[in-house]
């Protein structure tokens, strides 16, 4: 089982990235699917989450507006698409799945996601 998060970069404030996230060793339709990131020196926190179940979505307050959360089933993938990004949207950004009985990921809460992949890094600087 794997997620393989990737499309992060150096980006000036205003400027867009789109992340991508790859599972392997299982299906994404069984599962809602979300973004997290975590600062330097601060708490994981969840970005946006897209549910298994209806396509519902979770967006956090700080960028609700700017990112587009989205996912492809046929490719076992998700995607995010970051607009007018800030300087502090900068961060580790991790993909994660958890069960479609679960409630984490469209909470924006990390607990009770089951799996992870490797983080990438998003850096928004002039």
């Known amino acids: 089982v794997q997620l393989q998060a990737s499309g992060g970069g150096l980006v000036q404030p205003g400027g867009s990235l789109r992340l991508s996230c790859a599972a392997s060793g299982f299906t994404l339709d069984d599962y809602h699917i979300g973004w997290f990131r975590q600062a330097p020196g601060k708490e994981r926190e969840g970005v946006s989450c897209i549910s298994s179940v209806d396509g519902s979505t979770y967006y956090a307050n700080s960028v609700k507006g700017r990112f587009t959360i989205s996912r492809d089933n046929a490719k076992n993938s998700l995607y995010l698409q970051m607009n007018s990004l800030k300087p502090e949207d900068t961060a580790v950004y991790y993909c994660?799945?958890?069960?479609?009985?679960?409630?984490?990921?469209?909470?924006?809460?990390?607990?009770?996601?089951?799996?992870w992949g490797k983080g990438t890094l998003v850096t928004v600087s002039s």
């Open positions: 994660a799945a958890e069960t479609r009985y679960g409630s984490s990921c469209l909470s924006g809460s990390y607990y009770g996601m089951a799996y």
